[in-house]
């Protein structure tokens, strides 16, 4: 695909993170620099340090920005970062966002959202599809878009062209993808408002249906049966490209 912008080749040169955590932020920019060697690199804390940052002259080509910052509140230090740089590429970082937040993030401009517990390949490759151009999501926010997928991705959800996984009850469908999203029993409990030893019931249930022995070779099998469809491996899914 031709690159809306002749500078973006994949490797950022400056970045601004954007957290008021020291050790995740310290941790964050030691991952960037080995994935990238050369980029520099730029914290803030705040909204206002963000500021004093921007305003000494620093120009960066991607922002990683926290929503929990302590002088803003939800989406708002989004919002006010897109006012004062309207053109800049931000990847909104965080350890907490819904589908929906997701959702209303990307419709205002955000060129992609990352788990905070992502790892670094997973890094490396969502910082690289923002600085060529492109946004980013991970896999299981793509597949959660439910109705909304077709404005994501160009092809269908595996979970409905799949027999074998079209055949999986709603319930067992929703344990899947979490199961895929790395969710303990434990927390896909939550989330479902279900006893555990029910969601327990319904693994056992879906395991045997799609025919293997446990959670690991569930979330293979899905894997490469979107590998099939995609016609590739990627890791991650990209989409909504410029």
Known sequence: MALTNPS????????LIIDDHPLYSDALASALQMCFEG???HRASSMEETVAVLESGVAP???MLDLKLPDVNGISGFEKLRQRMPRARILVISSLASVELVQ???DRGAMGFLPKESPASTLRHAVSE???GRRYVPREYLARFGGQSARFDNGADVFQTSQVLASLTP???RIL????AGKPNKQIAYELSLAEATVKAHITALLRRLGVRNRTQAAVMVEELEAQQAGNEQEVRTF???
């Open 8 to 15: 973006l080749t994949g490797r950022p040169t400056c970045i």
């Open 39 to 41: 980029c520099a690199m």
């Open 61 to 63: 080509d991607l922002i």
């Open 104 to 106: 209303s993030l990307l």
């Open 130 to 132: 923002i600085a060529s």
């Open 171 to 173: 319930q067992q469908t």
């Open 177 to 180: 993808k979490l199961i895929r």
């Open 240 to 242: 909504l490209r410029n």
